[in-house]
């Protein structure tokens, strides 16, 4: 029994040889085709930047995390915008339902109304 289990350990660790490349060059593929459509999101933003420089892996990884944290910082702007617009509007709102209306309005509305003759 034992020459079986040796065999087959054998079979295992060579299964394992042959796999281990191919399981990271398909990781090292994955990576490097998210890099590569990174770049292309981000290259007008590096034009801009470096006109004649090659993009690395490491800068266009550099310029997405900087462009997330500013990304970030313009949605937490907006956010807080729109929270102080809505509570303004709501604060008005309801400043207005509790104003009288001016008596100009009351009478110009009396006005407006049809003209029965009975």
Not at 2 to 18: E, F, G, R, W, Y
Not at 39 to 53: N, R, V
Not at 94 to 108: D, G, I, N, V, Y
């Amino acid at each position: 029994m034992a020459p079986v289990m040796a065999l087959q350990d054998s079979h295992m660790n060579l299964t394992h040889k042959i796999r281990k490349p191919l399981v990271e060059k398909l990781r090292r593929e994955r990576i490097n085709s998210s890099i590569e459509q990174l770049k292309a999101l981000l290259a007008p933003e590096f034009l801009q930047q470096h006109k004649d420089s090659k993009m690395e892996k490491a800068d266009v990884l550099e310029m997405t995390v900087c462009f997330l944290r500013r990304l970030q910082s313009l949605r937490r702007g907006y956010t807080k915008c729109a929270r102080e617009a809505a509570h303004f509007l709501s604060e008005e709102q309801l400043r207005s339902s509790f104003e009288e209306k001016p008596r100009e309005e009351e009478e110009s509305s009396a006005k407006s109304a049809p003209w029965r003759p009975w």
